[in-house]
């Protein structure tokens, strides 16, 4: 079994929808990261926590938020879905704290709102 | 601020070329530098990564890439392509006390056979 996963895989929704993308890992890592991929741009940071009671904002939070429901699980809203959040969504996670480790992603979301 | 450099956006080689994918970095001490790897339809897997030490660092599926201070760079190799290669590749670097990293716009590879 795949050690990060995220669900759904593939979703379309419609402009101000409210929409939750998941995420769960095995691999019982502390730090967790939500990033979005567009294609020119490359990865940006949405949102990482490194506990269960530590969120922190990344570069893009605006439109976002997140929840941390345990260790393992990590989930990331979209209040009201607008056309340029249209985008492929990864989980990631990572191991050691205070200073930057591989990180492992999950497979993605991709994520289409007309 | 940090900041990554992936000049070269779609680089496209014959199966069995040497490649070089070009990754520039700004940060004024020591970096943490990683290559990553994102195959069609999948999620990005580590190739190497450069903390400190030796500066060549070897990675998996044959990939190396060398750490050159003076330059700013942290150029990602392989010897002779596999058309398995085809993927795009994203160079991130991070910075000692923090637990994030900043990644390139990435750079796709497509090979010919």
């Known amino acids: 079994d795949a050690d990060v996963t995220q669900t759904p895989r593939n979703r379309i929704t419609k402009t101000g929808k409210r929409i939750m993308l998941e995420c769960s890992q095995t691999?019982?890592?502390?730090?967790m990261y939500w990033y979005r991929q567009d294609p020119g741009l490359g990865l940006r940071l949405i949102y990482y926590?490194?506990?269960?009671?530590?969120?922190n904002k990344g570069e893009i939070s605006d439109g976002y938020s997140v929840s941390r429901q345990a260790q393992a699980k990590f989930s990331l809203s979209l209040e009201s879905a607008i056309p340029n959040q249209t985008a492929l969504y990864f989980c990631?996670?990572?191991?050691?704290?205070?200073?930057?480790?591989?990180?492992?992603f999950g497979p993605g979301t991709r994520l289409t709102v007309l | 601020a940090q900041s990554v450099t992936q000049p070269d956006i779609h680089i496209t080689v014959s199966e069995g070329a040497s490649l070089e994918l070009r990754c520039n970095y700004s940060y004024g001490a020591t970096p943490y530098l990683f290559w990553y790897v994102q195959s069609p339809g999948q999620g990005l897997q580590l190739l190497l990564k450069?903390?400190?030490?030796?500066?060549l660092v070897q990675g998996i599926k044959g990939f190396e890439a060398e750490f050159k201070r003076s330059q700013s760079s942290f150029n990602l190799r392989k010897p002779s392509v596999h058309w398995s290669d085809a993927a795009e590749y994203f160079c991130a670097v991070g910075a000692l006390g923090t637990d994030k990293l900043i990644f390139g716009t990435g750079t796709r590879l497509q090979v010919f056979p």
């Open positions: 450069y903390f400190s030490g030796d500066t």
């Open positions: 990631a996670t990572s191991d050691i704290a205070g200073s930057p480790d591989t990180q492992y």
């Open positions: 691999k019982g890592h502390d730090r």
């Open positions: 926590s490194f506990d269960v009671k530590d969120i």
